[in-house]
């Protein structure tokens, strides 16, 4: 059975960190664009990160680029995101999706997770 399962969501914070992983089952991950997306409520769904399965090059949203960081272990079949100096705007439901033929956020995904929320509050 295809899965992946998103993990490390939370409250933190403003200027907390978090780190989000992406674990598959069911398929390799290593042939994947691997995407992070998030929603938050009464917004529509944005992409925050991806990293390609070519080269592993990585692309942020501008929103989260120098705070975001976006990793692969295709020994632990995962993908991890870390979340530095986090803001009450990143609050959201975080989502990982992989896709088989893509390499950007606009690109179709074929198999997404259940999300996991990440609420930054004081």
């Known amino acids: 059975q295809v899965q992946l399962v998103e993990s490390g969501g939370g409250l933190v914070q403003p200027g907390g960190s978090l780190r989000l992983s992406c674990a598959a089952s069911?398929?390799?991950?290593?042939?994947?664009?691997i995407g992070w997306f998030r929603q938050a409520p009464g917004k529509e769904r944005e992409g925050v990160s991806c990293?390609?399965?070519?080269?592993?090059?990585?692309y942020y949203a501008d929103s989260v680029k120098g705070r975001f960081t976006i990793s692969r272990d295709n020994a632990k079949n995962t993908v991890y995101l870390q979340m530095n100096s986090l803001k009450p705007e990143d609050t959201a439901v975080y989502y990982c999706a992989a896709a088989l033929y893509g390499s950007s956020l606009s690109d179709w995904y074929d198999y997404w997770g259940q999300g996991t929320q990440v609420t930054v509050s004081s």
């Open positions: 990293i390609t399965a070519s080269d592993g090059s990585t």
């Open positions: 069911g398929f390799t991950l290593d042939y994947y664009t």
